[in-house]
C-alpha cells in the first residue's frame, strides 16, 4: 500500500534556530514529490515539486531535497512568518492517475 | 485571476439535509479534484475528474456524487448529510497531462449536526 509519512508531527522553533521537515514516502512509481504550505483556515499553497533523487530546489529560507525515499523540507533561519503546516504529497505512476497521495503534515511554530 | 474559488465558504446542516459545494477555476486547467480535510487524517481524495466529461472516485466517495459542469466548473454534492462528513473541503485544479502540480481553493467548512 502506498505510504506518506511526515515527521515530525509538529515543531516549535525559535526565530533563527534552523530545522528540517522530513517526508518519507513508500510507493511504487513515484512521478513527483510535492511541498506545500497551508496556513489556517486556508486551502495549501505551492511551494515545491521535485521529480528526481538528487533534486534540489530553494526559495527564499525554504530549501526542498530528494532522495528515493524521502524528502526534506530544510527552513533556514526562520521567521515568525514561517509558522504554518508544511504538507508534502507524491504523484503515483500512470495507471494510477494524475492523483496526489498526501501525509499528514508538520506543524510549524516560529517564536520570536 | 482569481484561481480556484468555492462557495459557500461555510455551512451547517442537519443529518439527512442535502447541498451542493461550488468549485471554479479560471486557469483553463482540464483537471479537477475534491478534497476532505480531516484532523489526524491528513487530505484525502474524495473524486477527481481527470478532463472534461469524465469523473472517477478517489479515496472515500461514498456519500458524495460529482458534477463536471463544464471545463471551469466541478461540483460536490451530500445527498444526505451524515455527521462523518463535518469536514473541511478544498477544491483544486490542475493542467493535467501537461501539468501535474495541483491549485488549491480556499475551502469551505461544513458542519453536519
Known amino acids: 500500500e502506498d505510504q506518506v509519512t511526515q515527521s515530525p508531527e509538529a515543531l516549535r522553533l525559535q526565530e533563527g534556530e534552523s530545522s528540517s521537515l522530513n517526508c518519507s514516502y513508500t510507493v511504487s512509481g513515484l512521478r513527483g514529490l510535492f511541498w506545500y504550505r497551508q496556513d489556517p483556515g486556508k486551502g495549501p499553497e505551492f511551494l515545491f515539486t521535485l521529480y528526481s533523487a538528487g533534486e534540489e530546489k530553494e526559495k527564499e529560507r525554504l530549501k526542498a531535497t530528494l532522495t528515493k525515499k524521502e524528502s526534506f523540507l530544510h527552513i533556514t533561519a526562520p521567521k515568525p512568518e514561517d509558522s504554518a503546516t508544511y504538507l508534502c504529497a507524491v504523484l503515483l505512476s500512470v495507471a494510477a492517475g494524475n492523483k496526489l497521495t498526501f501525509g499528514g503534515g508538520t506543524r510549524v511554530l516560529v517564536k520570536p | 485571476n482569481a484561481g480556484v474559488t468555492q462557495t459557500p465558504k461555510f455551512q451547517v446542516l442537519k443529518t439527512g439535509q442535502s447541498m451542493t459545494l461550488q468549485c471554479a477555476q479560471d486557469?483553463?486547467?482540464?483537471?479537477m479534484y475534491w478534497y476532505r480535510q480531516d484532523p489526524g487524517m491528513g487530505l484525502r481524495l474524495i473524486y477527481y475528474?481527470?478532463?472534461?466529461?469524465?469523473?472517477d472516485k478517489g479515496e472515500v466517495p461514498n456519500g458524495y456524487n460529482v458534477s463536471r459542469l463544464n471545463k471551469r466548473e466541478f461540483s460536490l454534492r451530500l445527498e444526505s448529510a451524515a455527521p462523518s462528513q463535518t469536514s473541511v473541503y478544498f477544491c483544486?485544479?490542475?493542467?493535467?497531462?501537461?501539468?501535474?502540480?495541483?491549485?488549491f481553493g480556499p475551502g469551505t467548512r461544513l458542519l453536519v449536526l
Open positions: 486557469m483553463n486547467h482540464n483537471s
Open positions: 483544486a485544479s490542475s493542467a493535467g497531462e501537461s501539468g501535474e502540480t495541483q491549485y
Open positions: 475528474s481527470a478532463s472534461e466529461g469524465t469523473t
